[in-house]
Nanobody, 123 residues
């Protein structure tokens, strides 16, 4: 069994910052990709950021580029998402995901998911 555990999140004012963390553990030796999706009622799920844990190559949605930064941590299979210059439209449930398959990331269907952490940004 694989566990994906997020922490961080909460509430912030527009223009403020929050930091999310995610760690994968359990019956998994490696995963190439880890990242974050966000979901709002009626809006579906959006891929926010992704990182290749081996090369460090990152991907960002246009909506967060220049404001969010995903990074690898020294702890194995652990990533952070630094969110700066937050906007009310960043309000969503943020879900961490992991999968070694790039194809599954492209289709928005990584194999392993966390329960999500709520981010609320007020104007």
């Amino acid at each position: 069994q694989v566990q994906v555990v997020e922490s961080g999140g909460g509430s912030a004012q527009a223009g403020g910052s929050l930091r999310l963390s995610c760690t994968v553990s359990g019956d998994i030796d490696y995963t190439t990709y880890m990242g974050w999706f966000r979901q709002t009622p009626g809006e579906g799920r959006e891929a926010v950021a992704r990182i290749d844990l081996y090369s460090g190559v990152t991907y960002y949605a246009d909506s967060v580029k220049g404001r969010f930064t995903i990074s690898r941590e020294n702890v194995k299979l652990s990533v952070d998402l630094q969110m700066d210059s937050l906007k009310p439209e960043d309000t969503a449930m943020y879900l961490c995901a992991a999968d070694p398959s790039y194809a599954r990331w492209l289709t928005g269907t990584p194999r392993y998911w966390g329960q999500g952490t709520q981010v609320t940004v007020s104007s």
